[in-house]
């Protein structure tokens, strides 16, 4: 039962952080921003964001300037979703969706000579 209610709390709080991390007005943070998932706490207290880039900037001034907003979007936070702890955000570099684009465009550029299905067609001269 408390599996799920993490498993609400994680989605609502990705959702409300997308949308506040929009609205950041930082000329170090990009528009192509994405929250790829999160990570609350059953305590409430602690929250791990991983953060996903469109293109490959400059990731460690763009983290620490999310870093650095942490408590601005912690406080918008509290006033967008109504939990007892309002937790305290780290904001994490996440590679995943960037790692497997490469892994299929890998797979995509093989040559792999396709294999002849055997048995497709009928053999007349037994009929």
Known sequence: MA???????NEEVKRELSDILRTL???RIPELLSVTSV??????????????LFGREDVKTIMKA?????????????ARVKLR???RISFVFDDSIEHGSKLLS????LDIPEEEESGEG??????
């Not at 599996?3 to 709390?9: E, G, L, V, Y």
């Open 122 to 127: 009928t053999d007349e001269s037994n009929a």
């Open 85 to 87: 702890n309002v937790p």
């Open 106 to 109: 890998l797979i995509n550029s």
């Open 39 to 52: 990570e609350v706490t059953p305590d409430l207290k602690f929250c791990k964001a991983y953060i996903s």
């Open 66 to 78: 999310l870093n650095n907003s942490a408590g601005y979007v912690r406080r918008e936070l509290g």
């Open 3 to 9: 599996r799920h209610r993490t498993d609400r709390i």
């Open 25 to 27: 007005r930082d000329p």
